[in-house]
Nanobody, 122 residues
């Protein structure tokens, strides 16, 4: 089992920045990729960014590309999501995920955090 704990969410004005953190513990050696997904009220969970931990490849959805950056610290088993120039449409619960494949689909990730709320006011 892998446990994921997110932190760093909150309320910010449009144009502001936040950094989310996701600390992994447990059987982390089985983790090949991690990612951040988000879910707004009444909408399906969608990809923000993912990272391949061994080769440090990253991918972000078009909606956040150029504004969000995902990074990882393997020594700390922690992944970060730096979010800049936030927009009201970025408001959602952000979930950290970990799994054995580097994939944009949420269904391929085995482990999930509890989620952290990000609210962007206009």
């Amino acid at each position: 089992q892998v446990q994921l704990v997110e932190s760093g969410g909150g309320l910010v004005q449009a144009g502001g920045s936040l950094r989310l953190s996701c600390a992994a513990s447990g059987r982390t050696f089985s983790t090949y990729a991690m990612g951040w997904f988000r879910q707004a009220p009444g909408k399906e969970r969608e990809l923000a960014c993912i990272i391949k931990l061994t080769e440090i490849n990253t991918y972000c959805a078009d909606s956040v590309k150029g504004r969000f950056t995902i990074s990882g610290d393997n020594a700390k088993n922690t992944v970060y999501l730096q979010m800049n120039n936030l927009k009201p449409e970025d408001t959602a619960v952000y979930y950290c995920a970990a799994g054995s494949s580097y994939n944009v689909r949420a269904s391929t990730y085995d482990y999930w955090g509890q989620g952290t709320q990000v609210t962007v006011s206009s």
